[in-house]
């Protein structure tokens, strides 16, 4: 897919009373903010025509980023020395793009290098926090590739603003309105109650840096570059609706009736890690363990509102040895799972927020989030990312939603994106990153429930 690069420009915020805030402003960023993963994620969404001009989609982010300012903004260390989002309404990066050909036979049917010709390079670090791709094709087709840096927002939030940026680019209010007090909404308890080991779940000690132990950074990207490209393959699994609905029977049917059976969710990453377990020939003795994204919004008492901007997302883990995980039920996988999310609760993110906040461990020893996207392995554990309740698909810029919304092409042996299908019936598919020698045995299993 050869794409040329017509304009790449700074888009600034417009207010609609066409006067800016006087003043700059330093935001702190929240305990959630600065735990998660300190990079730009990167969406692709798929318009059929008819679409409306580059100029309109372009007015219109320029009036969203006037309602969510940090994205207009720069993350720095502000006076105080803490990190924060300076808020200057610096501006978006807006690219303009085009392909000589249908999107059909261009853009690729499964996750490969090609996709992230489809947003601006993120690689590097960008200074923008967000970075904005149009490409049109000769059929008429536009293709969004929407990158935003994870510590101004979770799931939820971006998927806020995709919305509102939506409503503006159509002319309409954007409503409701973001709520944006990060700074001051995580406040630790007096004294701080802290129940739970953070250290090693959300927090780590950083390996020590050895004198020899240095890579340069030719040498990194060699070897990364490698691993991604020659032994790492990105699949793209399609679970139908009927699929789902008998996996979700299959693991529930052991429960009590006094048990709620398990959800879509529940049922899928349990299924899932269970072949990968047997794809990747994992034996007894070898602990698996499974990430899991968890949203602390209706968790947290009082509830955070949904319309919150920002990050509000801790981590379940469950576990299990290897052996075991596959010789027992779909179920007992699920139960898994089950427990493991459910145990991060109002009170664990409490304590978190304790920890984080007033413990002085994490500056005192220096402490590094374990959420890490360096770790191009992860055998033989799983991250799983799930959009299953997040409505990407609401981003519309007056010809309809999009037919297509896909995460950026991304090696990391052992990830796991969760989509729901844009069908709207249920059916979802799953993005799974394994050796390519993994991966011929997963797709021979991966259908069959057991």
């Not at 915020?13 to 003043?23: F, S």
């Not at 001051?184 to 000690?205: A, C, D, G, K, N």
Request: overall charge neutral; proline content about 8%; some cysteine.
């Amino acid at each position: 897919m050869k794409v040329k690069i017509e304009s790449s420009k700074i888009v600034k915020p417009l207010y609609e009373d066409g006067e800016a805030p006087a003043h700059a402003e330093w935001v702190p960023l929240s305990v959630f903010d600065k735990v998660t993963y300190g990079e730009h994620v990167a969406l692709i969404f798929a318009f059929r025509p008819p679409n409306p001009p580059n100029s309109e989609v372009e007015l219109g982010l320029a009036k969203a980023l006037a309602v969510y300012r940090e994205w207009a903004g720069r993350i720095g260390d502000g006076p105080d020395g803490r990190r924060s989002v300076l808020l200057k309404d610096a501006g978006a990066r807006f690219v303009e793009a085009a392909v000589d050909a249908p999107m059909a036979v261009s853009v690729p049917s499964g996750p490969s290098p090609d996709v992230r010709r489809l947003h601006p390079r993120i690689d590097d670090g960008p200074v923008e926090l967000v970075q904005v791709q149009l490409t049109r094709f000769s059929c008429g087709s536009l293709a969004v590739g929407f990158a935003g840096h994870h510590q101004i927002a979770d799931g939820q939030a971006t998927a806020n603003f995709l919305a509102a940026w939506g409503l503006a680019t159509r002319r309409l209010p954007v409503s409701p309105a973001p709520v944006c007090d990060r700074g001051t909404r995580f406040s630790p308890r007096e004294p701080p109650v802290v129940l739970f080991p953070h250290q090693e779940v959300e927090y780590r000690t950083p390996a020590p840096n050895k004198e020899g132990d240095a890579v340069d950074k030719e040498q990194e990207e060699f070897v990364f570059g490698a691993v991604a490209q020659d032994k790492v393959k990105v699949h793209r699994m399609h679970l139908s609706k009927e699929f789902v609905a008998r996996l979700k029977a299959q693991a529930s049917s052991g429960l009590p009736p006094s048990r709620h059976g398990y959800t879509t969710f529940q049922s899928v990453v349990a299924h899932l890690w269970r072949a990968i377990t047997v794809a990747r020939r994992l034996g007894a003795g070898v602990t698996t363990k499974v990430r899991i994204s968890v949203n602390g919004r209706t968790r947290m008492h009082p509830p955070v509102p949904r319309d919150y901007f920002g990050n509000v997302v801790l981590w379940a883990f469950p576990r299990s040895d290897a052996g075991e995980l596959v010789s027992r039920s779909v179920g007992h996988a699920a139960e898994l799972v089950y427990r493991a999310v459910a145990d991060v609760d109002d009170a664990y993110f409490r304590s978190f927020v304790d920890f984080a906040s007033s413990s002085g461990a994490v500056e005192a020893e220096g402490l590094v989030p374990t959420a890490n996207s360096e770790q191009a392995v992860l055998c033989p554990d799983l991250e799983v990312d799930a959009w299953l309740g997040i409505n990407f698909h609401g981003l519309d810029f007056g010809g309809g939603g999009p037919f297509r919304v896909m995460p950026t092409y991304y090696p990391m042996e052992g990830s796991l994106f969760l989509v729901p299908s844009t069908l709207g019936d249920g059916s979802m598919e799953a993005y799974v990153a394994l050796f390519h020698n993994h991966l011929e045995e997963f797709k021979r299993i991966c259908h069959k429930i057991t």
